[in-house]
């Protein structure tokens, strides 16, 4: 791999971070990178994994003045249904033929990015208060899709959070962080054990993501949030358009 390759992966990495602590899509810069320098896609989307648990680590780190004002058991719960969701997904992609999943994938990013943009149940600075009994599901179905693929896993969370929960949108976006970070955790384990990762490529990517992630959290807890959930939708609905180019 040539010095190019690691600058582009690098740069891909920072921005792919901070889109991803925003948004949830930090595939939609990284992914392609690693299609850009070489690896097939296969390679590509474990190698993509493994290098987005460094995201996860920065978002997670930058999100904690938002995770600290929920309970411990909600975490857990959440938590426990992205590890779950997360090990089903890595699985699936080893061992099922990828063609029908991909051809869903750009449908559901679109519908959850137009998500973003509904009027919320309600509005508030609490956090975990009347959340749905089946959130925790939700959140497995959802982690199974990023331990699959992933790409705009984030986004179908948020829209989850933000349409069902009482939480600010940094309270969504920190709750998001955590999930979809534990979720990619376990699936990068599997992926490690069980896959090739491509190491030259994920090192530059994995030490962009952290430095893009750790500071996203910080530009959702300042900005208005009505032009980023704009953003945040117009950037899942690209996604969606281009996956669905490479799908059909």
Known sequence: MSALDFVLLFAAGVGGGLSGSIAGLASLFSYPALLAVGLPPLT????????????????VSGSLPELRGQSRTRLRNLSLAGIAGGLVGSVLLISTPPDAFERVVPLLIALASLGVLLPRRRMGETHHAGDPRWLPLAMFGVSIYGGYFGAAAGVLMLAILLLTTSDTLAGCNGTKNLILGVANGVAAIFFVVASDVRWTAALPLAVGLFIGARTGPAVVRRAPARPLRLIIAVAGLGLAIRLGLQAY
């Not at 590509?44 to 978002?59: D, E, R």
């Open 44 to 59: 590509a989307n474990v190698t993509n994994t493994v290098a987005l648990v460094f995201s996860s680590a920065g978002s």
